[in-house]
């Protein structure tokens, strides 16, 4: 079972790994500051398992407004030992809350291949393409 919970009650647990996400990330448009504001303002949604710390598992939504409509977006998850098996309950449970908050879809974005794929099979799609040429020092050869 899921719990929402205040950013508050468990953000000294999960900087280490909203530290771990963020640094793995090829891109960067948020800081820490704005991810607990966010929440702490009540934008954004931090989830937990009742059964796991939160240390171990949690997520981030929150809700956007577009010409598309209200879009349900999943901003972090970590669940580093979480077998894939137990994914499907993930999906739902965070489909659940889009339906329950009347979102028109659920969106998140990730640099990971295998997540993409994996997640076809729960009905999402690809929606964009991220293109990057990354930019060498003069003199240098690019790799």
């Not at 953000?11 to 640094?23: C, G, L, N, Q, S």
């Not at 879009?71 to 999906?91: E, Y």
Request: with cysteine; charged share 30%.
């Amino acid at each position: 079972m899921l719990i929402d919970k205040h950013i508050d009650e468990v953000w000294d647990e999960i900087v280490p790994a909203i530290t771990k996400i963020r640094d793995e990330l090829p891109w960067r448009d948020w800081t820490m500051q704005d991810l607990h504001d966010s929440c702490s303002g009540g934008e954004s949604r931090i989830f937990v398992r009742e059964d796991t710390p939160p240390s171990e598992f949690f997520f981030v939504l929150r809700i956007t407004n577009s010409s598309a409509g209200k879009v349900l977006f999943l901003w972090l998850a970590w669940s580093p030992d979480t077998p894939l098996k137990q994914c499907p309950l993930f999906f739902e449970e965070i489909e659940k809350i889009g339906k329950q908050n009347e979102c028109e879809a659920i969106e998140f974005v990730t640099a990971h291949q295998w997540l993409v794929d994996y997640s076809a099979r729960f009905g999402y799609h690809k929606k964009m393409y991220n293109v990057r040429k990354e930019l060498t020092d003069e003199g240098e050869d690019p790799e």
